[in-house]
DNA sequence: AATGAATGAGGGTTCATTCAT
DNA sequence: TATGAATGAACCCTCATTCAT
């Protein structure tokens, strides 16, 4: 039914734009932050004037909605991808990480999670943190199972958690998607940074009891 | 010359005015980002009126400008002392993550490095970035020795600074003066945290050639 | 010629959708002002788009103007049917109210004469105010005239018909097509209760000496 | 204590600013409706920058809110005079009229009573309906009163007064300030006029059963 | 040393209007 | 005949900054 096409075009057509437009957000608000981000320049950076961009989006808040949107959904598939790949509480934190990694630099060219304070509302800021509260807990939850294996080292792991999510969401501030390392090489070396941060040494595995050395994957 | 007393006073008390200003405005600046902030909150937080707060500071600019410059003073006495304890570079680059994530939290409660673009006039930014060059310049040099020393893991240096950084600019997002750590302690976990990300495990170490255990810049 | 009875038709479908359009805004400048109106929400409710009542009108402006020009042939009409049903003044200006009232309920349910400054353009206001001048000049003579019959209390003929055009054109603010009284009804009442407050009474009447009750413009 | 006057003139002169913006937005609001008008117009007519307004005005809303908060108080002032006064229900609709219209008059030159829908956030517009229907309600009364007591028509008293209302609201388009007529004459002129409309005249008294006629004042 | 008042510049948002289809 | 998309102009509002006091 060739007569129905240009209305499915079209709306391909359109939430390509949108999404065009988000990403460009985006990188805006990593940039200059979300208040030093004018959208005029959004708009001129994609060819638009602002009212055409208003035509796709409702809000200068819901672009950074969306942009968090995609960021927790990105972060929550790598913990689904994870888990179901499986194995020790490393490997799991590792494929995370990884996943996530990818994700963001690949879909949003190294997200915002920035949450300036302020720059949401009340409402929108309230179901963002519990989502990102659910990302969180995960991820502590490999870090306490990890201790639990012993193949972590002993630690807070609500600070264990920050540490690495500090170290993945800064990713924004410094990658180019034109550098000398891809997206994939740079989730690999990211990864198992973080990895290795938690995972037991030589000297300290040494220190632990016999009685919690047990199941270590290393 | 007792006449000349007072005026000294007043000028000790002018400078405390002047670093609280200064905190309060990092504070800020770190929740709400720097166009985020309005200096009306600022100074009704502490208890003056705008204008007040322009007899004390030139700019909003230079408010932020002094910000980083709290910070990469922090960062270059935290690395001159990490010099001066000496160590391998294991220990060298602990002492320097230590002395700055002290620095950041107790002097700015975890400062500002956010560095949003158009924040800062080109002539300031530049100064700035050469600073911060410098210091990521330093830790680079640290990884690489702690490479050289065998005691890191082979990584890209740029890299390896970048995901610390990370982690470390990060805390202001997550850290309360009144949290359950201390900054001693958040700073040594959060230290050692980084420094084992980077330190050599006993499998890798033990399955390098000895070949490749030299003169390592990715 | 059969071959021309369809435009006839679409020209005959055509106009009705235009009056369907200019009831719809009247109905919304009433309600909302003229630049509180928008043209969007007219076409909404219509269940057409915001072109497709472009290719019915020319204009925002003009579709102001339209309500304008139907209040002013209502009101034109209302006149000179209550003077070819003749009688005196009292009865004249009950039957143009009367025949007003209906005409404005009916068609325009309780119409716009609101006159914002700034809505119309200098030309069409002119014209306009001259049409209503004329619609005024109408009123104002019955009112002389029934003061010159003896029927109506001596007055200040222009703030008598400004208020009676104020209870008048108000009755769009309240009136409801599907209240509880019918249009039929409220004319009756409203111009009862508008000729009563000119109408002399009882005592008035009685008390004037002879010589004022001729030729009476204050 | 001369030193404290410098603080008391300051309010006194923001209170009189403040009133004056209040009274030209009244005026404009009254000539191009509250959408129609902007806000630069107003502080250009009254010779300041429209960020000085908005030094002593929260919002355009709270600028409409004022004007009818004004003629709110007005309505019930006028009510409570005309009730201390007493007399008959038609001396004291003619009372609460007269006082009405002078202050209208004076006070806000012919305010807004406008009610464009929209115009006014839900809390807002809740709140003044209820005001409004306070006011409404007292003339309500007394135009049953006067029923009661026999000295006006017969008539639906929500129709009548509605009527009333729409006659001196409308004010605000013909008033000039300048006008021939002063505020107390018009006044007289108005209320006279709108009183007569309800009041039992010759012809009506006379059909009136015996039993109804008790308590004439006229 | 500090404040009330004022301003210029800029940004978010809306909307009447048009055009290609 | 009707629509999706786009735009220019305008308006509300905020805020860093200044000035007279």
């Not at 359109?14 to 004018?38: D, M, W």
Request: aromatic content about 6%; proline content about 3%.
């Amino acid at each position: 039914m060739p007569w129905k096409e240009p209305s499915k075009a079209r709306e391909r057509i359109a939430a390509e734009k949108r999404g065009a437009i988000i990403r460009e957000a985006a990188r805006a608000f990593n940039r200059r932050g979300y208040h030093g981000t004018n959208l005029d320049e959004v708009a001129e950076r994609l060819g638009i004037t602002k009212p055409a961009l208003y035509y796709y989006v409702k809000d200068k808040e819901s672009l950074l909605l969306a942009c968090h949107e995609i960021a927790i959904e990105i972060a929550m598939e790598a913990v689904a991808r994870a888990n179901r790949q499986g194995g020790g509480a490393d490997e799991r934190l590792g494929n995370v990480l990884h996943h996530y990694v990818r994700g963001l630099t690949d879909d949003l060219r190294g997200c915002v999670v920035l949450m300036e304070e302020g720059a949401l509302g009340p409402a929108n800021l309230r179901r963002l943190k519990r989502q990102r509260d659910v990302y969180e807990g995960a991820l502590r939850e490999i870090v306490r199972d990890g201790m639990a294996e012993g193949v972590f080292v002993r630690c807070d792991e609500k600070v264990a958690v920050f540490v690495i999510l500090g170290a993945v969401n800064w990713i924004s501030k410094w990658y180019a998607a034109d550098g000398p390392r891809g997206s994939e090489e740079l989730a690999g070396m990211i990864s198992a940074q973080l990895v290795r941060g938690l995972r037991i040494g030589p000297t300290e595995g040494a220190l632990l009891p016999d009685s919690e050395r047990r199941g270590e994957a290393v």
